[in-house]
């Protein structure tokens, strides 16, 4: 069923006369794949691309979520499973390249996993950095990504998510062909419409690839300067404690104090007391009590020996009086408190004389320092031409022996995560007609035999996979883990079924240029 039979479909007991109207044209232009209905839609401007690849640190990349909304469902597998999707034209296929066009792996006894293959990250609508996986795919301009719908396009806000890039090969934080910034996603009107599964597919146009530096940290001015030109760098505000933040401050750093330090006065046995100085005239020390006292941290000593606070002495109690040395002009200018003296070695002095008062301290300031950090970045030139791009295949039969690679690491619906999502992983089996899932419309998708959770949305199911050359032809991209025999294990990965009006809106794509970096 194509996507205008789906739309014009009536409801059970509709008119008779009206499905017969409807249906006459349909049936003169069975064999002729219908024009697509595309949505394209601008995700970076060039102008902001540096920007956007400089956001999506190593931190970043490896705390961002895997995206769940949308792509996991337990639905039962009937023994037909969904209505069987129908080719509306002829098979047709565009072949893959490699890296530079001929690069081979080698044989071998195992699975060579695709370079083509990686994560494409993006920022939600709360905010929340996300990630699904995405493939490289043959384009005129070497600049395609194929990825899940629901991995580019919010149908809750009717637009594209921010930030979107896609790193191919990704592995622990790493990005080593570089980070391609989405420039347009083309998808499928049914899909950015009507929510409808069988259409749950994108094509991304990127523009060529950025590499990073690591980051250095620099001072303000510096920071100030490089991101001025264009660059990228970041502000890092931190929450410290106080004595961090003088010392940070001290060094030329920069920083912030909310609020203020609050203090009130206590006796000498409240827990949390701090002893201070606090400065009279000689003839009022004079009267307090014999004994001696000084201070340490806010402790109280005596002959050196610091005391437990249950013999601290009253407020008031002496404390060692502290003779200043001065120059013969700041003596002679002197009129604060203390006793000024000329010592019979010609020295010019001020004695000053304290009394002891305790305090507590409670704070509302909230002290924060600000570090700034540079990252330097290069162009690494066009995706296709760094890791090649897998060919495309449509209106296949099922039936067909298929790869599928992602990064699952979401849990089994019975809390076992047998994968991180660091690192890619793959599946292979026979395409069937997969369980009808009504809640995302999706009654023509595709699967395989497949123990993928959420995080593979997005990877590519690969026809004729080729081992040596690691390229293949994509035949359908992860839609939904399925828990099929409601088991609370996911066991079938769906696709939608590549058809003409698939392979249209590919076309289209393949043929759109993203212009270049500015530099």
């Known amino acids: ?36 209905d595309v949505k394209s839609a601008a995700l970076t401007p ?31 597998l009937t023994k037909t499973g969904a209505a069987k999707a129908a080719a509306d034209g002829k098979a047709g296929l565009v072949a893959p390249t490699g890296p530079g066009g001929s690069k081979s792996a080698g044989s071998s006894k195992n699975v060579n996993l695709p370079i083509t293959v ?32 629901h991995c580019v396009y919010d149908t809750d806000t009717n637009k594209p998510y921010d930030n979107f890039v896609f790193i191919p090969g990704y592995y622990q934080g ?56 264009g660059g990228a760098g970041r502000e890092d505000a931190r929450t410290v404690d106080r004595q961090t933040y003088e010392e ?11 609020g203020v330090d609050k203090e009130d006065q206590v006796g000498p046995q409240y827990k949390g007391a701090i002893g201070v100085a606090v400065e009279t005239d000689k003839a009022t020390w004079g009267k307090a009590a014999s004994r001696v006292f000084g201070l340490h941290d806010g402790k109280v000593t005596l002959h050196g020996q610091e005391l437990d606070q249950d013999k601290w002495p009253k407020t ?37 004389y304290y009394v002891i008062k305790y305090i507590a301290k409670t704070s509302s300031a909230k002290y924060t320092i600000f570090r700034y950090y540079t990252t330097y970045v290069t162009d690494a030139g066009r995706l296709g031409d760094n890791v090649g ?13 298929v790869f599928t690679f992602g990064y699952p690491t979401q849990g089994h619906p019975d809390g076992s995560r047998p994968y991180s999502g660091q690192t890619m992983k793959w599946c292979y089996g026979t395409t069937v007609a997969a369980p009808v899932v009504s809640k995302y419309k999706a009654q023509e998708q595709q699967a395989i035999k497949c123990a993928f959770t959420p995080g593979a949305s997005g990877g590519p199911f690969l026809l004729q996979y080729k081992n040596s050359k690691r390229t293949g032809y994509l035949n359908g991209v992860v839609s939904l883990t399925v828990d099929s025999d409601n088991n609370d294990r996911y066991d079938r990965t769906t696709t939608p079924y590549f058809n003409g009006e698939t392979a249209a809106i590919y076309k289209h794509a393949a043929n759109l240029w993203t212009g270049k970096l500015p530099s």
């Not at 791009?389 to 022996?401: E, I, M, S």
Request: net charge positive.
């Open 46 to 76: 060039s102008g902001n691309a540096k920007a956007i690849a400089a956001y999506w640190t190593s931190s970043k990349l490896k705390s961002a979520k895997t995206f769940t909304a949308d792509s996991t469902i337990s639905a039962k």
């Open 248 to 258: 940070w401050t001290k060094k030329g750093g920069l920083g912030k104090v909310d």
């Open 316 to 352: 008031g109690a002496r404390l060692e009086p502290r003779v200043e040395q001065l120059t013969k002009n700041e003596y002679e200018a002197y009129k604060g408190p203390g006793v000024k003296q000329i010592d019979r070695r010609g020295n010019y002095t001020v004695t000053h």
């Open 389 to 401: 791009g897998q060919g495309v295949a449509w209106n296949q039969k099922l039936g067909k022996k």
């Open 1 to 36: 069923m194509n996507s205008r039979a789906k739309r014009l479909a009536l409801p059970a007991g509709g008119a008779l006369v009206a499905a017969a109207v409807i249906a006459a044209p349909l049936a003169g232009t069975a064999q002729a794949a219908p024009k697509p």
């Open 118 to 149: 990686g994560k494409v990250f993006f920022v939600d609508d709360k905010g929340q950095e996300r990630w699904c996986s995405g493939t490289s795919i043959q384009s005129k301009y070497r600049n395609l990504v194929a990825t899940a719908g």
């Open 174 to 229: 790493k990005a080593p062909w570089g980070i391609y910034v989405g420039a347009k996603v083309n998808t499928h009107d049914d899909f950015t419409i009507f929510e409808d599964y069988d259409y749950d597919y994108a094509f991304v146009n990127v523009y060529n690839g950025i590499k990073q530096q690591p980051e250095k940290e620099v001072d303000y001015k510096t920071y100030k300067a490089h991101v001025d030109k």
